[in-house]
């Protein structure tokens, strides 16, 4: 189960814990969008460990590829397209355990096996971004992901405010 994942010695919930008042910190402060994205796409990757951890950015009707931590990726995504244009057109979280199995997912890497989406708010709610995090595991990402992913988020949405 992904819930009881033991990295370095620490379950995922514990590095949930210590990354949180870290991520607070880096963006306490922070007014430029493109730093405090780049800081937390560097922290979750470098504590997770994950396959591709970054941003699409809403701009002009699209997601456009923001910071991220990985290898290179697809620069633009239409709404309503793939994990990441399905989880801005819905506006909600999705877990994906196998993206061979989500219906139009767009493929940049075939080394993606599982992904999860959060969307980022603004003020009024509206999703200025998404949070995109691929693994190369099966089932890596689950309800403690989308918990915490989602409190990640909701430090992020002040960027853009």
Same mark, same amino acid.
Request: proline share 4%.
């Given at each position: 189960?992904?819930?009881?994942?033991?990295?370095?010695?620490?379950?995922?919930?514990?590095?949930?814990?210590?990354?949180?008042?870290?991520?607070?910190?880096?963006?306490?402060?922070?007014?430029?969008? &493109?730093? !405090?994205? *780049?800081? #937390?796409?560097?922290?979750?990757?470098?504590?997770?460990?994950?396959?591709?951890?970054?941003?699409? $950015?809403?701009?002009?009707?699209?997601?456009?590829?923001?910071?991220?931590?990985?290898?290179?990726?697809?620069?633009?995504?239409?709404?309503?397209?793939? &994990?990441? !244009?399905? *989880?801005? #057109?819905?506006?909600?979280?999705?877990?994906?355990?196998?993206?061979?199995?989500?219906?139009?997912? $767009?493929?940049?890497?075939?080394?993606?096996?599982?992904?999860?989406?959060?969307?980022?708010?603004?003020?009024?709610?509206?999703?200025?971004?998404?949070?995109?995090?691929?693994?190369?595991?099966?089932?890596?990402?689950?309800?403690?992901?989308?918990?915490?992913?989602?409190?990640?988020?909701?430090?992020?949405?002040?960027?853009?405010?």
């Amino acid at each position: 189960m992904a819930d009881d994942l033991v990295i370095g010695g620490e379950t995922k919930e514990e590095r949930y814990r210590c990354l949180l008042p870290q991520m607070r910190a880096l963006l306490e402060g922070e007014t430029d969008l &493109v730093a !405090g994205l *780049a800081n #937390a796409a560097a922290a979750l990757a470098s504590t997770f460990k994950w396959w591709w951890t970054g941003f699409y $950015i809403v701009k002009g009707g699209q997601l456009v590829l923001g910071p991220f931590q990985g290898p290179v990726a697809c620069s633009r995504i239409a709404m309503g397209k793939g &994990v990441c !244009g399905t *989880a801005w #057109a819905e506006n909600m979280t999705l877990v994906v355990p196998d993206v061979e199995k989500f219906p139009g997912h $767009i493929a940049c890497s075939s080394l993606s096996k599982s992904e999860i989406v959060v969307p980022i708010r603004d003020a009024r709610g509206a999703v200025v971004a998404v949070l995109d995090v691929d693994s190369e595991r099966l089932g890596c990402f689950d309800a403690t992901d989308a918990e915490r992913l989602e409190e990640v988020a909701a430090c992020l949405g002040r960027l853009f405010d």
